[in-house]
Every structure is written in structure tokens, then in C-alpha cells.
């Protein structure tokens, strides 16, 4: 039986989370790498994409094996992407504030397994433009559990609320409003340009996670993200009006700026109008 509460749990519990985000952020990289190319996650091993040689578990070591080799392959001297130890530090580190903001909890392991879903959905959908339908669907399995975890045996803490039915207007709020953004934008402009399909599938498994309220909000904010930014890459000729620019990036910052204090700003904000 682990003694949650005891002085050893608290200090050593921190770390093991850090260095499991690290770990499995190692394991995202090749989610990114792969994903976008059809290929499997989980064979081949690790190579190197350039020379082709296979890594070996000195050279995997999660951020340490990329300073110790200066941010080079150890057999062609080829740079590294500075990217593969930048996800492993964001991963470690949302595990590490999600476990700090909620402790030893259902409510904790829920957001964990979001975000370790939702990162890889970043990164890609930034450098390709897509969202996979596959870690859409391994987001609505979890968010699946998360449901059944909420009717059948305690209520999941993020909804704030007792109702059976609470995750699934989550899951469809948000995505039916972006949908008829993206039917409008076809209408319009004849193609998916206003908005894409993979931003309306994403807001179905993050709506499941952290319910309706959350998902409204996290709608809200991504479109002041992405407005804000749009504003700011126009100003200073870095795109144009007619580039498109990912929203799922705004979506995922926001879904995590909602799941760690969505609840608490809302009572603030009602709480300032009302």
C-alpha cells in the first residue's frame, strides 16, 4: 500500500514523474517523427533519419544523450533537431505540473494520459498541418474511460459536476461550433481554409476530458490565441492573408491553460460580472 501522504512519497513522487515525462516525451518524438509518415511507432528501433544507423540506448537517453553528443548523431556528425530534447522537457515538465496541481489522483493520471496524447497533435499539426485521426482516436478511448470512470464510479473532479451526461456535451459543444465554422468557411471559400476538420475532431476527446465548461473555454481562448497571433505575424509580414496557420497548437495550449486553472477562473470571472 503506498503512504501517499508521507514525507518520502512527497519528495520522491515529483521526480518520478519528471523523468517518466521525460521517458515517454522520448517516445512522443517518434509519435512526431513517424506518424505523419505511416509508419509504425513501435518497430523499427530508433535510427538515425539521416545516416540511417540504429540508435543505441546510450544515444537514447532522454535530453542528457543530446548534450553529451552537442546536439550531433554519434556515427555521421549530422545535427540533431533541437526539437527531439525540446518535447521531452515539455512532456516531463506538464506531467510534473499536472501531478504538482492534482496530486495522487484519477484526476491527475486523466490529464496525463490528454496531454501525452495531445503533444504529439501539437507538433505535427505545426510542421504538417494535420491532426492524425489515429491520436484523435486514442484520445476519445481515453476520454472513454474517463467517462465511465465518471457514471459508473465517482464523479471525475474536472466537470464539477454530478451529471451522467456532463463529458458528452463536452465532447460535442465546442466541435459542433467549429464545424459550423468550418461549413460556413467552406460555403464561402470553397475549401476547409477557415478551418479544418482535424481542429473540430481534436475538441471531441479533449471535451470528454474536461467537460462542457472547460471545452467552451478552451474554444474561447484558442481563438483569442490564434486572432492575437494572426494579428502579429500579418504586422510584421511573416504571413500573409492568404497563409494558413494551424489553430491545433492554440487548441492544445489553451485545453492545458483550461485543465490547470479553467475552473478557478471561471468562478473569478462570474464572480467580477455577477
Not at 528501433?45 to 540511417?52: D, L
Not at 553528443?69 to 533537431?81: A, I, Q, T
Not at 505540473?97 to 495531445?118: P, Q, S
Not at 467537460?211 to 490565441?225: D, E, M, P, Y
Amino acid at each position: 500500500m503506498i503512504d501517499v501522504s508521507s514525507s518520502e512519497f512527497r519528495i520522491f513522487a515529483p521526480v518520478f514523474v519528471f523523468l517518466a515525462g521525460l521517458c515517454f516525451g522520448s517516445f512522443l518524438n517518434v509519435c512526431i517523427y513517424r506518424i505523419p509518415l505511416g509508419q509504425s511507432v513501435l518497430h523499427p528501433p530508433s535510427s538515425c533519419p539521416k545516416c540511417k544507423n540504429r540508435l543505441k540506448a546510450k544515444d537514447l537517453i532522454p535530453v542528457f544523450s543530446y548534450i553529451f553528443l552537442k546536439g550531433k548523431c554519434r556515427y555521421c556528425n549530422e545535427p540533431v533537431s533541437i526539437q527531439y530534447p525540446v518535447v521531452e522537457m515539455i512532456t516531463s515538465v506538464i506531467w510534473l505540473i499536472i501531478y504538482l496541481r492534482y496530486g495522487f489522483t484519477i484526476e491527475a493520471a486523466g490529464l496525463i494520459l490528454l496531454f501525452t496524447i495531445l503533444i504529439p497533435v501539437f507538433f505535427i499539426d505545426l510542421q504538417h498541418m494535420i491532426i492524425p485521426n489515429g491520436l484523435v482516436l486514442s484520445g476519445l478511448i481515453g476520454g472513454a474511460a474517463v467517462f465511465l470512470y465518471h457514471v459508473f464510479i465517482k464523479p471525475f473532479g474536472l466537470y464539477e459536476s454530478a451529471l451522467w451526461y456532463t463529458p458528452l456535451i463536452g465532447m460535442f459543444s465546442s466541435s459542433l461550433i467549429l464545424f459550423a465554422v468550418a461549413l460556413i468557411g467552406l460555403a464561402i471559400y470553397k475549401n476547409d481554409g477557415a478551418m479544418g476538420m482535424g481542429d473540430v475532431k481534436i475538441f471531441m476527446p479533449i471535451g470528454l476530458f474536461l467537460g462542457w465548461k472547460l471545452s467552451l473555454l478552451t474554444l474561447v481562448i484558442s481563438v483569442l490565441l490564434g486572432g492575437i497571433t494572426s494579428i502579429i505575424l500579418l504586422l510584421f509580414k511573416i504571413k500573409d492573408r492568404k497563409s494558413a496557420i494551424p489553430f491545433g497548437p492554440f487548441i492544445i495550449t489553451a485545453a492545458l491553460f483550461s485543465a490547470l486553472y479553467g475552473n478557478q477562473f471561471l468562478r473569478w470571472y462570474l464572480s467580477i460580472c455577477y
